[in-house]
């Protein structure tokens, strides 16, 4: 199964709207339009109380243990060893 990537464009006027959607489907690729109000620049936005202890809790376990924790780095460099990737 190939992988799902997603793809995100914020078009400024109809016309880049409109050729986004022919290029679309020039290419025969699935895509899906939704309307939003898009952000700005330093739009405020909520993260939740959950979300904010995990991330307390994880930066404190690196705190007293930092050798148990990974380089992100070489982590990924070790699984496309592993898989030849």
């Known amino acids: 199964m190939p992988a799902l990537e ?7 006027t ?10 679309g489907k020039a ?6 339009i939704t309307e939003t109000g898009g952000f700005e620049d330093n739009q405020e936005i909520e993260i939740p109380e959950a979300h904010k202890a995990i991330v307390a809790e994880r930066l404190e ?15 990924l460099k070790g ?7």
């Open 6 to 12: 997603i793809i995100i464009f914020e078009p400024n």
């Open 14 to 23: 109809s016309e880049e709207s409109e050729a986004l959607k022919a290029f």
């Open 27 to 32: 290419l025969k690729l699935k895509f899906k």
């Open 61 to 75: 376990d690196y705190k007293k243990n930092p050798n148990n924790n990974l380089n992100f780095d070489e982590l």
């Open 79 to 85: 699984i496309r060893t592993k898989y030849n990737l």
